[in-house]
């Protein structure tokens, strides 16, 4: 986001580059804003659906994760600690193992 | 069960699904029925949303960052994927919802002569440059897998075909110099991770294939200002090649002076260095390399997966199909096993990128099963295989395809 910024402060001053007499219709640009549908989805369960809500979904919506097929509890591992660990989701320590057993404990559903 | 689940579903419900495991759950309000995908074992019912700007009816893989897939019946209305059905993949979930178009720069630097600042404008008085060309998630198709592997759960509606306007990447790069020791271009978009420490999304080609005078910034998808959802302003194409190259509002193009060892070259996005990037399930310790160009690939498109056809008359088969990195050359069909194959008729071609449609028929059938094969030869020879590569990643999967129909 901070890019957008710059390049806003960088434009400023820059008179726009339109050439005459060039190949018959130049393309036009038109700045665009979009509003993107957020997920109120919680990930279902009780207690042990907490560490999951608590830490995972600021970076990603729940429907990805609860529509993956059966997997087991290593690759579950694999895919938290890739998480922590090359992503750098903020994790705590123990509430990597509480994901991984809910992950693991997952009956895929729509 | 069976009568009461199926009333629940939209009419379009059934596209190629095979097997019939899902679970009932409740959705959103805003969602706008949902659809079965043919993924073994399940979960293999998704919500259909219209919920996205710009967006007609997709399928829901992931709200934020967003992951729709389109529906296959799509396919069947042209080569050319429009807009507001064209599939879309995010991976950090910080987008830009607004972009200004004046103020926008594309900046070249790196091991250049001159670094450049190009205003959307400095880009559009390039030499224009136009191609058809298909853009495939690389994991196009991983939900088909088995054994299953994680990531996106896609059938086989990852892809679609668009007509590119914009200016070739080799002008862009001509006009900053590129030096005699550069060895790769890398290019990176306005999208960021939330965490900053985590890799920002990059992607890098080779000197000479960035020159090659095929890749291409666009910014004009099938005649229209490329949607944000596509990466608006400006997206890299590279015809051929897999759609994570294609980095989307493109902001940032570096010409290295050594190859490029960021986590999405290094250790993202790798398929095994076998023939047809397969390895046995479970199988380790196979070398790897970043996926690159695409492989045929065809698809009855008229036809779904369970259709009753009247038996005793001919059955128009029809479809679309890609050559991966060149030209189709012939799409056949067969309809007993793989046995005999004949031949389809192509349709018009709009370059060697792009979908090219076909068109066949099956001769009169007796009343029973019958599963209908398409393949794809391209141009450079390569046919699609009988049995589906397997690899960790769920990348490069083109078997051919078979359509079980009942005659009746």
Redesign the interface.
Known sequence: ?G??LL??I??IG?A????EG??PK????????????????MFPGGPEAEAINNNCL????A??V??????TKA?WTE?VNKMAK?????VAPEDSAAIIDYLTNL???? | MRRSFETRLNRRAVIGGIGFG????S??A?AAG?VKLP?P???????L?T????KGEMI????????LETPFEVFDQGVFTPNDRFFVRWH??????????????LKVHGAVEREL?L????I??L??FEIAAVNQCSGNSR?LFEP?V?G??WANGAMGNALW?GVKLKDVLDKAGVKSDAVQVRFDG?D????????DFKKSLDVAHAQDGEVMIA??MNGE?L???HG??LRLIVPGWFSTYWMKML?DIEVLDKPDEN?WMK?AYRIPDTPGANVKPGEKGFPTVPINSMVPRSFLTNLKAGQRVAAGSPIALRGIALGGDCGVKSVEFSSDGGKNWFPTQLGKDEGLYSFRRFDGSLPSLAAGSVEVKVRCTNTKGVVQPDAAVWNPGGFMRNPIETVAITVA
């Open positions: 986001m890019r957008i390049a806003a960088i434009a820059a726009p580059a339109f050439a060039q190949a130049p393309m036009t640009f038109t700045s665009q804003k979009i509003e993107l549908p957020q997920s109120e989805r600021a970076c990603h919506s429907g990805m609860l529509t993956q097929p059966k997997l690759q895919t090359v992503y750098h989701a903020p009956k895929p559903q729509p | 899902g679970l009932a759950a959705f959103p805003w949902s993924l074992g399940g979960p293999d019912e998704r919500q949303t919920a996205f700007p710009g829901l893989q992931r709200t934020h960052p967003p992951l950090w979930a910080s987008i830009p919802t607004e972009i200004d178009a004046d103020a926008f720069r600042s205003s959307l404008n400095d559009a008085e030499p224009r939900g299953r994680p996106a759960q306007t306005l960021a991770p939330v965490v900053d420490e985590a890799p910014y004009a200002q949607p944000i959802l608006f302003p902001s986590y250790t």
